[in-house]
């Protein structure tokens, strides 16, 4: 009997992993879409009927202040969560997987640059780098893990780089002049072809890509994420849910008044632009408030999930999630395809509304086709090529072949 429970328990504990990246990836796409998926509109939509431009204004609020950066975080502590796990279960087999994961990470590096080429905003290349210092931080102590995660997430190093440049960088006034908004030719471009596209992406795009990873400091919160995650790990959150449960719902209700106090006193904070120390407070309360958004995401899921009617309803986003790797790159394409020149030019018609509509169309047909597609094979398409390669050997692919 106690067999069956532990195995419950661990079965469960992955499902609710899975359904949590699902949902955050829902939420990627729904950003990407409200962000046309890079291809600005050249100009102002002519909306066919006039309530599309309520429902856009009300959607766009709405991925703002629920969606925006939210999924990305969740999704990016998943990371950090899912490299413990696989460090885990190999050290219960009695291998050292570092070796193994820095190659895998490789792979990654490959895939996301690939990916790069054809969707600017991929985030996958970013994730490659940052799991490298990931690695080496998998024996630190769980004090000295969460330290360096604040320092990470609130800002820390950004703050130290905008220190040093206020010792060393020229007049404010001289600054401005020198970062003036570039013209508006610098944006991405809708109208490229598939060629200019990838060329632009090879380089330029990938170049501005980590500088502005740099200047938000969205890089180094990510790092912090990802340390979060392996902290996760480290104290069985998900291994003993049912341990953390009430104080998961207690903390919910902390999170839930700062956020309130924080988006109350956001509006008073000086702008980015005000200064060294004055302007980099804005960052750490606006990390705040996504984090804490996400936290309450997470723990509003876990509470959901623990109902087995809302399990079995997720049992379809739960594969979806099963595959994030490639689902993750296949929304992207679709997205591409669908608002690019070289596809269907769909930018030029669309607003956030129809758009998100559209996002949500597809996702579902890949909820189901993810769904149905492990039903007769361990695992994703470039989930298995990437396992492939980083175990330098095929993987069974299809679940006969373990029979």
Sequence with gaps: MQMTETVKTSTQRITVIDAMRGIALIGICLTHAMQYFGAFPPAPIETPFPWIGTLDEMFSWLIRYLVFAKFYIIFSFLFGLSFFIQMDRAAQKGIDFRPRFLWRLTLLLIIGYLHSLIFHMDILIIYAIVGFPLV??????????????????????????????????????????????????DRPRPDLSLTATIQN?????????????????????????FILGLWAGRIRLFHNLEQYRTRLYRYAGIGLAALLLLYAIQPYLPGRDAGVLAGWLAMPVENMINLLSAYLWITLIVFLYKK???????????????????????????????????????????????????????TFIQ?????????????????????????????????????
Aim: glycine fraction near 10%.
């Design 201 to 225: 992406n090879s380089a330029d795009r990938l170049a501005r890509k980590f500088n502005f990873q740099h200047n938000s400091g969205r890089i180094y919160m990510t790092l912090g994420l």
């Design 308 to 362: 087995p009617q809302v399990e079995k309803t997720l049992a379809p986003v739960v594969s979806y999630g099963r595959m994030g790797l490639t689902n993750y790159i296949l929304q992207s394409v679709i997205g591409v395809f669908l608002y690019y020149r070289f596809g269907l030019g769909l930018n030029q018609y669309l607003g956030p509304f129809l758009g998100m509509m559209l996002c949500l169309g597809y």
């Design 367 to 403: 909820i189901y086709l993810s769904h149905y597609w492990l039903k007769t094979f361990r695992y994703g398409p470039l989930e298995w090529l990437w396992r492939s390669g980083t175990y330098m050997k095929w993987q069974p692919l299809r679940k006969l072949a373990l029979q």
């Design 136 to 185: 080496l931080l998998y024996k630190v102590p769980n004090k000295v893990l969460v330290g360096l995660a604040l320092f990470f997430l609130l800002g820390g190093v950004s703050l130290g780089v905008n220190l040093y440049k206020a010792a060393t960088e020229p007049p404010r006034t001289e600054i401005v002049a020198q970062n003036r908004p570039r013209p508006a030719v």
